[in-house]
């Protein structure tokens, strides 16, 4: 399967669709009632005051999900290649994004972190197309827009704000406007929200989107049982394969290749922090850090020589997620 998606083809679609389907069976089959739709935070939800999640039955909720996995995939794959992240065209980004979006059952529902997902990708091309501008402005302005907009469905996704900002360092010599556009363009939604509640006389509502930063919390752990630790185990020793290959050939890479796989990590790193802004500490908040780690995946598959390691590895990590789904 991996060199199989070592060659870009779009004939590797017709693999990809039945591995995301197979991926998604014990979802489908065996999906918990508490499992519930939830979109929307309450900035948005406080308005529409709407019982969508009632309009979703629970297998198109699945098949819903596995749709935007596989989409989400795709748009991911295209981002890496576009910036030749591997050093060629592979559709390994998109193959080990599905896999990983299918790791638990939470992540198979429709929730507010896979739909930040979309954003998440739309700010990894925007960011690494800033080394190869000359002003930034716009891009920076139209970043903090994303975030704000994230923010809307999930609170959480506040904290890749940083991220622009970490960009800015890791691509660019300071510039003050750069680093205050983003500012402005995250202002301007919460402004407009602001005004549609002063307008609507709740203020207080408006007021309570902002406790999830007053009250951080980080003590409360992730509802993981026992097997959900051992899924975790093959995707660890992936990573560390990674680390292991990357350090062989980090200086060996182009200057944009090794300033992007930093901004990765400050990624992951920002998807891991997030979880303190969100009380309901649910699993699929992990679904944040999948574009990065993906590609860090990607990386290793696209570099490892040994063929049944590689294989081998790849192998193991499906049998586990759909096993540990079904049991």
């Not at 989400?72 to 979006?101: C, D, E, M, W």
């Not at 400050?266 to 992990?286: A, E, K, N, P």
């Amino acid at each position: 399967m991996i060199n199989q998606f070592r060659n870009f083809n779009f004939f590797n679609l017709i693999f990809l669709v039945p591995l995301a389907l197979i991926l998604c069976l014990g979802a489908f089959v065996n999906l918990p009632s508490e499992l519930r739709p939830f979109i929307f935070e309450p900035a948005i939800l406080n308005l529409i005051c709407g019982k969508y999640e009632q309009f979703i039955f629970p297998k198109t909720n699945v098949l819903i999900s596995v749709g935007l996995t596989l989409i989400q995939g795709i748009y991911l794959n295209q981002v890496v290649n576009k910036y030749n992240l591997l050093g060629r065209s592979t559709f390994l980004p998109a193959l080990l994004y599905v896999s990983l979006a299918s790791m638990f059952t939470p992540f198979l529902v429709l929730s507010p972190a896979l739909i930040c997902n979309f954003l998440l990708i739309i700010m990894i091309d925007k960011l690494l197309s800033i080394y190869y501008r000359s002003n930034n402005i716009t891009v920076l302005f139209d970043l903090g827009l994303i975030i704000a907009i994230g923010t809307l469905f999930y609170f959480p996704f506040i904290a890749f704000f940083l991220l622009l900002w970490i960009g800015l360092l890791i691509f660019k010599p300071f510039n003050w406007r750069e680093w205050i556009s983003g500012l402005i363009g995250f202002s301007s939604i919460y402004f407009i929200l602001f005004i549609i509640y002063f307008w609507l006389d709740r203020l207080a509502d408006f007021y309570k989107i902002w406790s999830p930063i007053a009250h951080p919390s980080f003590t409360t752990g992730l509802n993981f049982e026992l097997h959900d630790y051992l899924a975790l185990v093959i995707p660890t020793v992936i990573l560390i394969l990674f680390i292991i290959s990357l350090r062989h050939s980090f200086y060996k890479s182009i200057v944009h290749i090794r300033k992007s796989l930093q901004l990765l990590f400050f990624m992951v790193l920002l998807s891991l922090i997030s979880y303190g802004l969100t009380h309901s500490h649910q699993t699929y908040h992990l679904l944040l850090a999948a574009p990065p780690i993906a590609i860090y995946m990607a990386y290793y598959f696209n570099t490892a020589k040994t063929r049944w390691v590689y294989e081998g590895l790849f192998t193991l990590m499906i049998i586990g997620f759909i096993y540990f789904q079904w049991f």
